[in-house]
């Protein structure tokens, strides 16, 4: 157990649809951080917050956006889904951001039908 | 822009022998280097990670070797056993960068899938 909660574990919706995947860091840790896995696909990098403030972002599509609340949970929006979003969703967190140590949750496999 | 490939989207070996699993990365500012291992239905779990300063971390069973003026790191397991059948991710991470954005993302490879044999 990596101590990062993701929420839901699975979800299947529509094209055109939103959803919005849910994450609590382990208890401490200040980023986080969102990757998709597609199909056949490393991990991407979307994007980090650090202490409630975007940090960095990666390739993420304007059709997605994220926040970081002050408790430090944080969520991916997803809208206008397309059936290429389809992916497992993860989130990160970290206590020493520079060295690459992070800790995963387990995903959210998302499908789009 | 693929900064970190891992050309071997597999590797088979037998139970206690060496597995070693291959990266190359096309950016020389990455700071830290790093493994993740990832069974079905988990996320991804921090293995072993070296400096760009180092050539070689150890950690048990676990060593990982990196050569910078080639840009290749490679991650040694001996003996290797039936439970390290896995997907195997090399990621790299930079430090904050002059704009202070990068601070430690990591940007993975494509991953290696290990099956070692009893």
């Known amino acids: 157990d990596s101590g990062v909660t993701q929420t839901p574990k699975h979800l299947i919706t529509a094209t055109g649809q939103r959803v919005t995947l849910r994450c609590s860091p382990r208890s401490g840790d200040l980023s986080v951080y969102w990757y998709q896995q597609s199909l056949d696909q490393g991990l991407q990098f979307l994007i980090q917050y650090y202490n409630g403030e975007e940090r960095a972002k990666g390739n993420i599509l304007e059709r997605f956006s994220a926040q970081q609340f002050p408790d430090l949970h944080s969520e991916l929006n997803l809208s206008s889904l397309e059936l290429g979003d389809s992916a497992l969703y993860f989130c990160a967190s970290s206590r020493r951001p520079g060295s690459g140590e992070l800790f995963f949750g387990e995903g959210s496999r998302l499908t789009v039908l | 822009d693929q900064q970190v490939k891992q050309n071997s989207p597999s590797l088979s070996v037998q139970e206690g022998r060496i597995s070693i699993l291959n990266c190359d990365y096309t950016n020389s500012m990455f700071d830290y280097f790093l493994w993740y291992k990832k069974y079905p239905a988990e996320g991804p779990t921090f293995l072993i990670s070296?400096?760009?300063?180092?050539d070689k971390n150890e950690d048990g069973r676990f060593t990982v070797f990196l050569n910078k003026s080639a840009k290749h790191l490679s991650l040694h397991i001996v003996p290797s056993q039936p439970g390290d059948s896995a997907v195997y991710f090399c990621a790299a991470s930079r430090l904050a960068n002059a704009g202070g954005t990068s601070y430690g993302k990591l940007t993975f490879g494509q991953g290696t899938i290990l099956t070692v044999h009893p």
């Open positions: 070296i400096s760009s300063i180092k």
